[in-house]
């Protein structure tokens, strides 16, 4: 997919809406110097060209007793499509993992996993992934603390 053209005004837009979803039109106008009409126009355009993909709730794994979280480096034993869809769909399915990113190197995929305790990152290993047909290797790293979290993509401002 091919990256779209977006001017000065998109992009302060796109930066005031990853601060704060939230905000009303209104106020998001009155940040980026726009009226609330052109403000909306603007918004909805960035919407439909699949700029902005969505709205979400920044939730705290903690305060819903998922304390902890860990990545996963997954290698697979084959890499036909048919091994890789299988794997996808697998782990599509496992509430634990918040997410999956095919790699380079010699690990094929990185999961991130959150999960309750130790016990249940031991049940999902030994039960589910090290059960997954297809995967050849894996090795864990637990999170000590979060120094910097994804809060929005750079903006060329």
Sequence with gaps: MSAIDLDRTDLLLLAELQRNGRQTNAELAER???SASA???RVQRLERDGVIAGYRAEVDPERLGLGLQAFVRVQLNHHDAESVAAFARFVNDWDE??????????MDYLLQVA???LEHFSRFLLDRLLNQSGVADVNSSFVLRTVKAMRGLPLPL
Excluded: E, K, P, Y
């Design 32 to 34: 980026v110097h726009l």
């Design 39 to 41: 403000c909306l126009r």
């Design 97 to 106: 993992v918040v997410a999956c990113h095919a790699l380079t190197g010699d």
């Design 115 to 117: 999960v309750r305790d």
